[in-house]
């Protein structure tokens, strides 16, 4: 249910046509998604699905880089890194900076997230 919300919403953010034509495992940047369109993509989520969905849920990296603990010096901590390989369930040993990770931030990832808010 969550992933044909949040690819309508995206859909209609970005002025489409037809969400289908958002792919589930896209990248929303490769999508032409910027950082207002997140703000608004969040705004509509809470309107449309639930007021409890949080910027922070939909997309933890942001959160997770501006903790002193997690992301220090330009780099992720031991614990910020493996925070990260959590909650994006990747393997990758060597830590990424942000800007690489926003390859994860896909509809598909925007909707477990979603679904584990209101499920939770």
Not at 7 to 15: M, V
Not at 88 to 103: G, K, M, S, V, Y
Request: aromatic residues 10%; hydrophobic residues 40%.
């Amino acid at each position: 249910m969550c992933i044909q919300k949040i690819k309508s919403i995206t859909a209609d953010i970005l002025f489409l046509d037809d969400p289908a034509e958002i792919e589930d495992a896209k990248p929303f940047e490769d999508i032409g998604f910027t950082s207002i369109d997140f703000i608004d993509l969040c705004y509509e989520l809470q309107q449309q699905i639930d007021p409890r969905i949080k910027p922070e849920e939909l997309w933890p990296v942001n959160h997770f880089s501006t903790d002193p603990t997690l992301f220090a010096d330009g780099k992720w901590t031991k614990t910020g890194w493996s925070r990260v390989q959590t909650a994006l369930d990747i393997e990758a040993d060597d830590p990424l900076p942000p800007q690489q990770l926003t390859r994860y931030w896909t509809p598909a990832f925007c909707a477990k997230q979603v679904e584990a808010v209101i499920g939770g």
